[in-house]
């Protein structure tokens, strides 16, 4: 037997993924593992930090939430996804049934991924992200500038644009905002940083790629901004306030049951025009 002895199964509030949920529920407890369950809006920091196993039933929006609550922690809990959402990047679409899944976590019959973190900060509070850091202009109906230095390995780099803001994201986060914003799109899951402006008023602008252990972002605006981190609001900034994004400084450790993952097809797929 695997030493999973508590799960925390964290479902997006949707009668689809309930009923999932339930279903794992039902299966660890007759395996006498110790199980809690809640919608992701609900979902406690502290369940998710103290759990062995955190079941995420939703879609990519889930496992942002899952990782915005670890922060600052030296270990994290195993991430087992389950597909029940319209974007799901980071699960895998074809899976085993429930029950075989519960068998193969409770025999150790899985690999797991390492997925790279970044971290923002302002002032004196950072915070981790899975996917992305986004500096946006507060009144989007106007374009104000920017000053930009990047630090890497022998470069030291400084630049001033005009825009509605930028994202730096990790390579698995470059499947997110960072490529509807017609960022690139980086296929493997290495450990890099894209930068990539928002709507530039200098024409041909490139997206700039990273060595995340060895790079720093620094930014700040002259207009006032606001930051989001995975999707959600975290503060305004003032003029000139700066920003310190910086890569490389933990992974999310998510349970996989093969090896080999079509990501070009999981990600372009799920984006194809419909009419």
């Not at 925390?8 to 407890?29: G, N, Q």
């Not at 809640?38 to 899952?66: Q, Y």
């Not at 994004?245 to 097809?265: A, E, H, N, Q, Y």
């Amino acid at each position: 037997m695997y030493p999973v002895s508590s799960v925390y199964v964290v479902y997006k509030p949707t009668r689809e993924c309930m009923d999932i949920a339930k279903k794992y529920s039902d299966l660890f407890k007759g395996r006498g593992v110790s199980v809690e369950v809640s919608t992701v809006d609900d979902a406690s920091t502290r369940s998710v930090v103290d759990k062995d196993l955190v079941l995420s039933v939703g879609g990519d929006g889930t496992i942002l939430r899952i990782s915005l609550m670890l922060q600052g922690e030296s270990t994290t809990p195993l991430i087992l996804p389950h597909p029940c959402g319209r974007r799901n990047t980071f699960y895998d679409e074809d899976i085993p049934s429930a029950s075989l899944i519960v068998e193969k976590v409770l025999k150790g019959d899985f690999m797991v991924q390492l997925y790279p973190r970044g971290r923002v900060c302002v002032r004196d509070r950072c915070v981790y992200f899975l996917n992305e850091a986004a500096v946006l202009n507060m009144d989007m109906g106007r374009v104000i500038g920017f000053t930009v230095t990047v630090r890497s390995a022998g470069v030291y780099s400084r630049y001033d644009f005009e825009g509605d803001g930028f994202i730096v994201s990790t390579a698995p986060g470059s499947a997110g905002y960072n490529l509807s914003a017609r960022g690139p799109l980086v296929a493997g899951w290495g450990d890099e940083l894209v930068l990539t402006h928002l709507n530039p008023m200098q024409l041909g602008i490139p997206s700039i790629t990273l060595p995340a252990y060895v790079s720093v972002v620094e930014a700040a605006s002259r207009g006032y901004t606001v930051l989001y981190v995975d999707g959600e609001k975290m503060r305004l900034l003032d003029r000139r306030e700066p920003v310190r994004i910086t890569g490389g400084v933990g992974f999310l450790k998510l349970v996989r049951f093969s090896s080999g993952r079509d990501l070009i097809k999981i990600v372009l797929g799920k984006r194809r025009v419909v009419y």
